[in-house]
């Protein structure tokens, strides 16, 4: 059952940069031990409680663009050549500001 | 029609269906034209709440000074209705917003307060809250938490959808606040028993998403996913395409966060076809296109339009 996982820049720390990797399980919970084994510490900034039962709060996780709070959470299935997307909740809606670019940062510097 | 002012005249926006869009007579779309209202955009309606609101509360006294982070559509808004009302009105706006994003809040005659541009969203709404902290008298108005925002939608764009479209079987709007989705999702649930309700939220390219750390995430407080069916994130790639579609098929200019809606509400209708059932789809047209003919978003081919809004939130 594998999968493919978009990880955001803040957690490729724990992917040694990678913005794409290869995961296995049949369920959301079960990818994330999965990755863990070879990402040592990614399952923890993504899963909260005592035995990591809940997703984060400020973490939105999509297979195949839809939000997995309403496929059934981390119990959510997860089929062979599935897309898992995993974003920070960010504020949005509001303010349609262009983000500095790299180069405007390049100027500042 | 006529009105008394100008801010009386928000609402009761035209619904017309995509006849081209749509896949067969059994499953239709419907939109709902929000750039209709005054200021151009679905926003009227919330600000318009949220000021009589305050008023309401007693928050809001002649003279008073209103406070908001925004740059976008709800600064627009808010400032058409604090002109009318005589109220004075400060954004706050990260240091890079367009030059056309400036001069419209201007024109309406708010005040403009720069936040860092490195701090993106996030930090405009910090330095609103130490200004309001500053400024004990000024009031913010605060969009993502105000129940306001929401009612307003339970009571107008809710009523107004199932008065012209009793047979709906889906609804689908954008995810930012929150607001239109909460509001009028819950009065249509309250109404139309097994209806879904349907979020597309605008997926941003990668800069937008910069934080330092997961725990300086936001999620707004008027959220609440009990009142969703499901919430699909939409790219920039499909936003754009279904944007272009929209005045290409309907001749509805709109803005790209609509690219965004249109997208899963033609996912919603391919399920429908897929079932062999009927369907009435509403979905909301937040705004209209010229806001965002700068972007880039309506020339070139479709890679060049991504490449461009790269960065931006343009929802």
């Known amino acids: ?109 | 029609m006529r009105f008394d002012s100008l801010a009386d005249s928000v609402g009761r926006t035209a619904l017309v269906g995509l006849p081209r869009l749509s896949p067969s007579p059994e499953v239709r779309l419907w939109a709902k034209l929000e750039q209709h209202n005054p200021t151009g955009s679905i926003k009227d309606r919330a600000a318009l709440w949220m000021i009589a609101d305050g008023e309401k509360r007693g928050l809001l006294t002649p003279g008073a000074t209103v406070l908001e982070p925004t740059s976008g559509n709800t600064g627009i808004s808010l400032a058409m209705v604090c002109r009318q009302k005589g109220y004075r009105l400060v954004c706050v706006m990260p240091e890079n917003t367009s030059v056309e994003r400036r001069q419209l809040l201007q024109m309406w005659g708010a005040e403009i307060r720069y936040s860092p541009a490195a701090g993106g969203s996030n930090e405009a709404v910090a330095v609103a809250k130490r200004l309001a902290a500053e400024n004990p008298d000024w009031v913010m108005l605060y969009q993502y938490g105000n129940p306001a925002n929401a009612q307003a939608h339970y009571e107008t764009t809710g009523p107004e959808i199932l008065e012209d479209l009793p047979g709906i079987t889906h609804f689908v709007a954008g995810l930012g606040t929150t607001g239109t989705l909460m509001g009028t999702g819950r009065y249509l649930k309250e109404h139309v028993p097994g209806i879904t309700i349907v979020a597309a939220e605008p997926r941003y390219g990668e800069l937008v998403y910069g934080l330092r750390n997961i725990d300086e995430g936001f999620v707004p407080e008027l959220y609440d996913p009990s009142v969703l069916t499901s919430r699909y994130s939409v790219g920039p790639r499909e936003a754009l395409r279904r944007t272009r579609e929209l005045v290409q098929e309907e001749g509805i200019f709109a803005g790209i966060s609509t690219g965004a809606i249109l997208h899963a509400a033609l996912g919603q209708a391919e399920r429908a076809v897929r079932e062999g059932k009927r369907a009435d789809i509403a979905l909301i047209v937040a705004d209209g296109g010229w806001k965002y003919l700068s972007t880039g978003a309506y020339a070139g081919t479709l890679e060049e339009a991504e490449a461009a809004l790269e960065g931006q939130l343009w929802a």
């Open chain 1, 1 to 109: 059952m594998a999968v493919q996982v978009r990880v955001p820049t803040i957690l490729r720390t724990y992917t040694g940069g990678a913005k794409l990797v290869e995961g296995t399980g049949d369920t959301l919970a079960a990818l994330f031990l999965d990755l863990d084994a070879r990402y040592s510490g990614l399952r923890g900034r993504l899963v909260t409680g005592d035995d990591g039962a809940e997703l984060h709060r400020f973490v939105n996780i999509y297979i195949n663009d839809e939000d997995v709070r309403f496929l059934g959470g981390l119990d959510a299935k997860l089929a062979q050549g599935d897309e898992v997307t995993i974003l920070p909740a960010v504020a949005g809606g509001a303010l349609d500001t262009p983000i500095p670019s790299r180069a405007a940062d390049r100027r500042r510097n």
